[in-house]
């Protein structure tokens, strides 16, 4: 199995600082470069988190707003200090809420499969696989989400939720225990 | 075997971070996560992780297992491509405050600047507030 590489580049700190300190400055349109730089990878852990595209986009906004208020306190890199407020945001919102599954709409991008059973296939995989991501406990969907999904190193996340390697590696184990238990016998 | 390391990624005290992970009352959006179904292999996990070969995960592990996370990753793949809402940029942009960020110093951290002028009406105000203090106290009732 694959994983991406997170999509942002390891030495844009800098750039990052320049950013934020034309921001500062009274560039309030500069902030839209750091949006775009960093919404698609938060994007997707906000909405795998929480199983809604709407209650997704709502966290990116606040998070990025946010974000703004406060871009005077950043200290160290930015996207990693957003990914918190971003999965911050996630965890409090799934403290708060009751509800048990939401599907998100199909991406823009071009389905790959050729015939209408196949398409039928992934979607009812898809909802499947919310159900069960929905079912886990926050913290071992977090793993799951952040290795699977997002494609981050274990060094990577470790420093972004500040906890060790061996611990995510058993949030990430037990959360594939946990999703093939509930779906093997539908998928395997 | 990546699966007996504990939070600080040694090998003991397993088995009492489990026992406390089992005892602790679920929330109603968790599922328990023991299973009667064999743990995966230690191989399928490193495959998955990167750090081995799909044929070793096979050899090793369970094709069952490695079929299965296969189909999965169809539709993570498909996850991994998700992009933001293109509507969802300008959102974010036109509900930024207008004004630039500032730091906001909590008053306990901000530097005080005594002049001259500032610490007379501090001492005055002193100097009055234990007077009346002292009147106060020594007042003898009538």
């Not at chain 1, 200290?75 to 939401?102: P, Y």
Request: net charge negative; aromatic share 6%.
């Amino acid at each position: 199995m694959r994983t991406t590489e997170p999509e942002q580049l390891v030495d844009q700190d800098d750039s990052d600082q320049r950013i934020i300190q034309r921001v500062l400055a009274g560039n309030r349109d500069d902030f839209t470069m750091l949006i775009t730089r960093y919404s698609d990878p938060l994007y997707r852990h906000a909405l795998c988190m929480t199983g809604s595209p709407d209650v997704a986009e709502d966290i990116l906004q606040l998070s990025f707003i946010k974000a703004y208020q406060h871009l005077a306190e950043v200290r160290g890199r930015f996207d990693a200090w957003v990914f918190r407020i971003v999965a911050n945001g996630c965890k409090d919102w799934l403290k708060n809420i009751r509800r048990s599954h939401l599907s998100y709409d199909e991406d823009d991008q071009p389905s790959g499969f050729a015939t209408p059973e196949e398409e039928l296939d992934r979607t009812e995989l898809r909802s499947d696989l919310d159900v069960a991501l929905s079912s886990l406990p926050a913290s071992l969907r977090e793993a799951f989400v952040m290795k699977h999904v997002e494609g981050r190193s274990y060094e990577e996340m470790a420093d972004l939720l500040g906890t060790t390697v061996g611990a995510l590696k058993m949030r990430v184990h037990r959360a594939r225990e946990a999703l093939q238990a509930l779906l093997e016998e539908k998928y395997a | 075997m990546l699966d007996e390391l504990d939070s600080n990624g040694l090998g003991h005290g397993n088995s009492r971070g489990r026992n406390d992970e089992s005892s602790r009352p679920l929330s109603d959006r968790e599922v328990p996560i023991g299973s009667p179904r064999p743990a995966m292999a230690a191989s399928v996990h490193a495959w998955l992780d990167g750090e081995a070969t799909e044929s070793q995960a096979r050899r090793t592990g369970s094709s069952r297992d490695v079929d299965f996370w296969k189909r999965l990753d169809e539709d993570l793949a498909t996850r991994r491509r998700l992009r933001t809402p293109a509507h969802l940029h300008a959102q974010i942009m036109n509900a930024l405050p207008m004004h630039a960020p500032t730091l906001i110093t909590p008053w306990w951290r901000r530097e005080f600047v005594i002049t001259p002028s500032s610490a007379i009406v501090v001492g005055t105000t002193l100097v009055v507030m234990a007077a009346a203090a002292t009147a106060l106290v020594f007042r003898t009732p009538l």
